[in-house]
């Protein structure tokens, strides 16, 4: 059937082939199932586009994810790209998907499955019905500052600098993000900064005032909290939470730790979307949180829950399709109550399976909703 959503899927390096074959799965599902379909393309990313092309990500597969509805992106990295040259780093590519599509609001959900308290190395009553949204600004910060580099003073010393740097339009419009996604959840907002110590943190912490006071959102509890604390006060009571809004290097150190609270990083979903346009359009990526895993890749041992997880969202944000997203979801929920595990997260007397066999969990609980 043909289709007017578009799709661009990005697999990328190390396990994010594996993982984007179980979306796949379920895009065929869907298809024949729900009468859904999409208009699939596939580009490299990573260290696959460096092979192939020479660069992390070619201007085609650049436009075709500028042109795209939505992109479905694995992983990229692998020890075998470790040594390239900055420009040519797998990373490289996602960041440059990243800053050329403008996609400033990174939403990072972590929710506790109750099938999965007890592989979370934290107590299960502290996760018990944890629900947060980490909103990481995405496209400035300290990734993207200038200047930064080598540099050799007069003296011969040599030093290097990285910038972090927010203007007033890009904090507002990710806290903007975070007051909107917080309306639709439990009304509450942490902005979380270091103003003890930056000067952009000042900066942050008064514009996230400013914009707070604007009278559009009165219905919204604001709260501060330092960096620091905010980690401390994520494995101490996590539930406190319901959005936390932070820029681009303590959104991604702490939106690893909020993953550990859902049991694995194997668990954890993201959307990263742009500014919606006139048409009511907004670019969008969705990826799992976890990287490539090379020490796994390959072997049929990833977990590809985040990534099915994040195809969830896909539909969400981009298509919505909420009741496909729903069922996802449940389906994921359903799998794990039945026991079923990959190893990263194995309890005690669970199944342990791989990622085609979580895959076609997934899927087959997906036909027990649909019928
Ligand atoms: C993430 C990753 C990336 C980041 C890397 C792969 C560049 O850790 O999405 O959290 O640092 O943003
Ligand atoms: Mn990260």
Redesign the pocket.
Known sequence: MASNKTLLMLPGDGIGPEICGEVHKVIDWMDKRRAVSFDLKHGLVGGAAYDAHGEAISDADMQAAMDADAVVFGA??GPQYDNLAWEHRP?AG??RLRKEMDLFANLRPAVAFDALLDASTLKPDVLQGLDIMIVRELTAGV?FGEPRGMQTLEDGTERCIDTQSYTKAEIERVAEAAFDLARKRNGKVHSVEKANVMKTGIFWRQTVTELHGSGLYDDIELQHMLADNCAMQLVRNPKQFDVIVTDNLFG?ML?DVAAMLTGSLGMLPSASLGAVDEMGRRKALY?P?H?SAPDIAGQGMANPLAMLLSFAMTLRYSFDLQEDADLIEDAAQAVLARGIRTGDIMTDGAERVSTAQMGDAVLEELDKRAA
């Open positions: 990229v990295g990373e996602l960041l990734y991604d939106s990826e949180v990287g």
